[in-house]
């Protein structure tokens, strides 16, 4: 694949804590500069981001992010004060202690709760696939679509693994073109990025993509 089609299904990451404003301003010049789909970033920089930005890139954030284990009422708030900030997209982490307590009616709530708060903006479900079987990741699956969330995400990159081939090819045989797809989490190599897209990932959420692949280029 072409480096720019690559970048073009990249959401371009920043998510550390420590993270000045400076940190954020850079990843925002990479952006433009390399026409990503995106940049993530924590919420308290999207007011700023938005305005520095001016419309040249998108701007998704995290909701409950990184462990999903805040109150559905707190991550709608979260979501609200992020929407009204600017962002256009929202990656929100599921509960996964209702997930794993059997509790899927709370956990798909949740997802429409959240949806119905972000409206049209895209909401991409990180389900953190390190964390659970297969049959729960299975299970995920079906309750993402149902709820009418956007995408399924691997990972928060935060937990004991990030994306592998074998979920996302499980992702796509579970979804079969019902909601998008998005790896994210231990994103190395060019390899691996055309490895995801070709699996069935429409996004790939990576801090490194654009110096991965400038590099390669050189």
Request: charged share 30%; aromatic share 6%.
């Amino acid at each position: 694949m072409k480096k720019e089609e690559i970048l073009a299904r990249v959401d371009h990451t920043l998510l550390r804590p420590e993270a000045r404003w400076q940190d954020i301003q850079k990843l925002c010049d990479e952006a433009i500069e390399n026409h990503t789909a995106s940049i993530c970033i924590n919420p308290g920089y999207v007011k700023q981001a938005v305005e520095y930005l001016a419309g040249r890139i998108p701007v998704c954030t995290v909701i409950g992010f990184p462990l999903g284990a805040t109150s559905t009422q707190a991550k709608v708030f979260e979501a609200k004060q992020a929407l009204a900030d600017g962002a256009q997209e929202f990656d929100m982490v599921i509960n996964i202690g209702a997930l794993k307590s059997g509790d899927l009616d709370y956990v798909e709530q949740e997802i429409r709760a959240l949806k119905q708060a972000v409206g049209e903006k895209v909401l991409k479900v990180i389900i953190e696939t390190c964390l659970l079987t297969q049959e729960e990741k299975k299970t995920m699956c079906e309750i993402v679509c149902r709820a009418g969330a956007d995408y399924i995400k691997t990972s928060t990159g935060f937990s004991t693994g990030g994306a592998t081939f074998e979920d996302i090819a499980l992702f796509a045989r579970c979804v079969k073109g019902r909601c998008h797809i998005k790896a994210a989490g231990g994103i190395r190599t060019v390899e691996d990025m055309e490895k995801f897209l070709e699996l069935g990932a429409d996004r790939l959420g990576t801090s490194s993509a654009i110096k991965i692949l400038n590099e390669v280029e050189k």
